[in-house]
Nanobody, 126 residues
Framework: VQLQAFGGGLVQTGGSLRLSCAASGRTFSSYAMGWFRQAPGKEREFVAAISGSGGRTSYSDSVKGRFTISRDNAKNTMYLQVNSLKPEETAVYYC????????????????????WGQGTLVTVSS
């Protein structure tokens, strides 16, 4: 599967964006998906994950309550609604995918994902 992330941009502190990740192929629902981010000079970190059906989601503690992950399997697209952004959340946001092993599974670590998009830059100004 090929992934393309888009929707990043420049936003002020407290602002919002909706990131999208478009996937190629006809079996999008057979992939669990996730969002990660990497700030300058830092490791890539987990942000959110969603199961193949979209019925299960999970978030890092730092974004819980502010970010919402979702997917539209009919459109082969995953989304990340990011609200109340902070300057320290300036980063390249990456989407990732992996084939489902168990229905309802979500995955939290970089090594568990096989496919990555190119990333979209989110810059939060103070």
């Amino acid at each position: 599967v090929q992934l393309q992330a888009f929707g990043g941009g420049l936003v002020q502190t407290g602002g919002s964006l909706r990131l999208s990740c478009a996937a190629s192929g006809r079996t999008f629902s057979s992939y669990a998906m996730g969002w990660f981010r990497q700030a300058p000079g830092k490791e890539r970190e987990f942000v959110a994950a969603i199961s193949g059906s979209g019925g299960r989601t999970s978030y890092s503690d730092s974004v819980k309550g502010r970010f919402t992950i979702s997917r539209d399997n009919a459109k082969n697209t995953m989304y990340l609604q990011v609200n109340s952004l902070k300057p320290e959340e300036t980063a390249v946001y990456y989407c990732a995918a992996r084939p489902i092993v168990y229905s309802g599974s979500v995955y939290y670590t970089k090594g568990e994902y096989a496919y990555w998009g190119q990333g979209t830059l989110v810059t939060v100004s103070s």
